[in-house]
């Protein structure tokens, strides 16, 4: 069932909002990504099914990159924009159909992880059948953590942009303290696999409440203050904003696989590890320090009754 029938089916009424979409996004994954969406909304599958698809779509791309010969690499890179592209579709089959689960959230994120995860063990198993000695998965381990701490920021800094746009219904901005208590009011026994997926998720959130607090501390404030964001505090968060958003774009999936395509074919792999724990982790310093200043800033203007109705 669509999720507003009498509502007309648009592109932009599959995304969350417009102004977050980078320009492939914008102009590929997402156009062709919704003709897919549109194509199943009247059947069957669901988007968690979706998402199983793309994530073994993805791990088979990830071991494309163990073999060395440009074919195989080839089949790696396409085959993990069809992963992405799946990826796009599974949200935008949930906004069309109202098909929505904090399973299928965590299981979404869950999923770039495990294509990663194996382009990381396949280029490393490549190195060493080239004569790299077995650290190499320390570099690869490492690598793999900077790009999970990325990750998890770039999808932070998406959810307090939908909350300063779209308001508290149209973002995912979830706290820690209120995961653990539904966490606590779950059963093992009854409710065994959303527990489960409460438990990894409520530290995710921690995780990145720790590395940007003003961003719990600017949502209670508003959430105390007010029924809905005011427009004028809307309009200040896009103004300082503006240039931050690259931050978001960078850390995320269109960032970083350009160069993980581009480290690949040139059969130079291993300055991929280089360039996630070294520029894209400077990438994440700034992006945080950038998102600090901009809710410092709206903190700042709130305490002042900049946004009370005058």
Same mark, same amino acid.
């Given at each position: ?5 009498? !509502?007309? @089916? +648009? ?25 897919? &969406?549109? &194509? ?14 793309? @994530? ?17 690499? *080839? ?58 000695? &077995? ?9 793999? #953590? ?9 999808? #932070? ?20 303290? $209120? ?10 026994? !009854? ?9 990894? #998720?409520?530290?995710? +959130? ?19 203050? #007010?029924? $809905? ?35 690949? *074919? ?12 070294? *520029?894209?982790?400077?990438?994440? @310093?700034?992006?945080? !320090? $950038?998102?600090?200043?901009?809710? $410092? ?6 305490? !002042? ?6």
């Amino acid at each position: 069932m669509d999720a507003e029938p009498n !509502k007309k @089916i +648009t592109l932009e009424s599959s995304l969350k909002a417009i102004e977050i979409e980078n320009f492939l996004d914008r102009y590929f994954y997402r156009p062709v990504a919704f003709r897919i &969406a549109l &194509a199943l909304r009247h059947t069957s599958i669901t988007p968690n099914m979706v998402t199983i698809v793309s @994530i073994i779509v993805g791990m088979t791309a990830g071991s494309r990159f163990y073999y060395s010969d440009i074919y195989s690499n *080839l089949a790696g890179v396409l085959l993990l924009v069809l992963a992405n592209t799946l990826d796009c579709v599974d949200g935008q089959l949930a906004r069309l159909t109202g098909i929505k689960s904090k399973i299928g959230r965590i299981l979404d994120g869950f999923a770039g992880d495990l294509w990663f995860a194996t382009a990381y063990i396949s280029i490393c198993l490549r190195l060493m059948n080239e004569g790299w000695p &077995a650290w190499i998965f320390l570099l690869a381990v490492l690598s793999g #953590y900077s790009h999970s701490r990325q990750a998890a920021m770039a999808d #932070y800094f998406k959810n307090i942009h939908l909350f300063f746009i779209k308001g508290e219904s149209g973002s995912e901005l979830d706290d820690s303290a $209120s995961l653990q208590k539904k966490y606590l009011q779950l059963s093992w026994q !009854k409710e065994f696999w959303e527990k489960l997926f409460q438990f990894f #998720y409520r530290f995710y +959130t921690r995780g990145q409440e720790d590395l940007l607090p003003q961003a719990n501390t600017v949502r209670s404030a508003v959430q105390v203050r #007010y029924s $809905s964001i005011p427009q004028s505090m809307t309009a200040d968060f896009k103004k300082l904003s503006s240039g931050a958003i690259q931050w978001m774009h960078t850390l995320a999936f269109n960032g970083r696989t350009p160069f993980l395509f581009a480290f690949v *074919l040139l059969d130079l792999p291993w300055l991929y590890f280089v360039f996630e724990i070294v *520029l894209l982790n400077l990438a994440l @310093i700034l992006g945080i !320090k $950038s998102y600090r200043k901009i809710l $410092s800033q709206l903190n700042l203007s709130l305490q !002042k009754g900049k946004y009370d109705e005058k």
